[in-house]
């Protein structure tokens, strides 16, 4: 049974750190393309940051270019996203997705396709 669970999330101050992680069980984290989006109150569902398990490709959203920083623990199967600089845009509720149909490059990540599975996700808020 796929499952993935996220923690870490909280509340802090504009220009905080934390950093989330994505524990999966039924896989393994490095077999399928696999990201972290987020989603804010009465906003769409937005990728982040993701890796393409066929090309290698790993996808920021320039949003989180140069403060985000996703990577991945194969012997503890655990996905994490390094968040720094955070500031008031970054609250939302951040979810971790994967698929096994070897989606590649970054237009999975960037428009949201479809994600056979999901966590249910870890609030951040950010605020001062």
């Known amino acids: 049974q796929v499952q993935l669970v996220e923690s870490g999330g909280g509340l802090l101050h504009p220009g905080g750190s934390l950093r989330l992680s994505c524990t999966v069980s039924g896989f393994n984290v490095n077999a399928w393309s696999i990201g972290w989006f987020r989603q804010a109150p009465g906003k769409g569902p937005e990728g982040v940051s993701c890796l393409s398990h066929s090309d290698n490709y790993i996808y920021y959203a320039p949003s989180v270019k140069g403060r985000f920083t996703i990577s991945r623990d194969n012997a503890k199967n655990t996905l994490y996203l390094q968040m720094d600089s955070l500031n008031t845009e970054d609250s939302a509720t951040y979810y971790c997705?994967?698929?096994?149909?070897?989606?590649?490059?970054?237009?999975?990540?960037?428009?949201?396709?479809?994600?056979?599975?999901r966590g249910k996700g870890t609030l951040v808020t950010v605020s001062s």
């Open positions: 997705a994967t698929d096994p149909r070897g989606y590649s490059g970054s237009s999975w990540c960037k428009f949201h396709y479809d994600m056979a599975y």
